[in-house]
Nanobody
Framework: QVEVEESGGGLVQPGGSLRLSCAAA??????YGWFRQAPGKEREFVAA????????YYADAVKGRFSISRDRAVPSVDLQMNGLTPEDTAVYYC??????????????????WGQGTQVTVSS
């Protein structure tokens, strides 16, 4: 079992920003993905990155507002979230996997998951 840890959630006003971070057992994995789940809704893809070449993937709902990046020094993956709206309120989960192209944007493409961090956007 691999421990995946998220950090950086919290409460922010509409239009504000938050930065989430994800680290997994002090090692790197082929792919890192962020998913979110709001109350009463299914878990949905947010963003992902392939570790070896830095290629990124985004859900249409967050394109232009969210940015995923890798920090080779830690190693970790960050999700910078700008222009947050109440619709972004959810528990955000980080997951790691083996970087298979066809599954980068689906939960099934990831092997290990974090416990989630709450992001609440409210005035």
């Amino acid at each position: 079992q691999v421990e995946v840890e998220e950090s950086g959630g919290g409460l922010v006003q509409p239009g504000g920003s938050l930065r989430l971070s994800c680290a997994a057992a002090g090692r790197t994995f082929g792919s890192y993905g962020w998913f979110r789940q709001a109350p009463g809704k299914e878990r949905e893809f947010v963003a992902a990155i392939r570790w070896y070449n830095g290629r990124t993937y985004y859900a249409d709902a967050v394109k232009g507002r969210f940015s995923i990046s890798r920090d080779r020094a830690v190693p970790s993956v960050d999700l910078q979230m700008n222009g947050l709206t109440p619709e972004d309120t959810a528990v955000y989960y980080c997951a790691v996997g083996r970087s298979i192209e066809s599954t980068m944007m689906t939960p099934g493409g990831y092997n290990y998951w974090g416990q989630g961090t709450q992001v609440t956007v409210s005035s």
